[in-house]
Nanobody
């Protein structure tokens, strides 16, 4: 079972930046496809971005393209989410997710992932 722990959330002004980290344990990290999702109270969890096992492919929701960047360091068992030009509507709890790299082709649905972190709150003040 993959254990995922997110960090780096906080309060930032609109236009500012934050970098989230997600550390995986009890796994061979390079065997996993990783994603970031976010969720507001009372809403469904939504896809933000994903990255292939070696970082060679990345995918973004239209709402964050050009502002957010996903990356990973397999030597550190860590995936990052660099968030720039933050907007008030980016305020959410952000979740890290993992699935085996051979676990299918999907990446943007909650059901595509089998392991989740506990989430980290990002609040953007306008």
């Amino acid at each position: 079972q993959v254990q995922l722990v997110e960090s780096g959330g906080g309060l930032v002004q609109a236009g500012g930046s934050l970098r989230l980290s997600c550390v995986a344990s009890r796994v061979t990290f390079s065997s996993y496809f990783m994603g970031w999702f976010r969720q507001a109270p009372g809403k469904e969890r939504e896809f933000v971005t994903a990255i292939s096992w070696n970082g060679g492919s990345t995918y973004y929701a239209d709402s964050v393209k050009g502002r957010f960047t996903i990356s990973r360091d397999n030597a550190k068992n860590t995936v990052y989410l660099q968030m720039n030009s933050l907007k008030a509507e980016d305020t959410d709890v952000y979740y890290c997710a993992a699935r085996p790299k051979n676990g299918g082709a999907g990446y943007s649905r909650v059901a595509d992932y089998g392991s989740w972190g506990q989430g980290t709150q990002v609040t953007v003040s306008s």
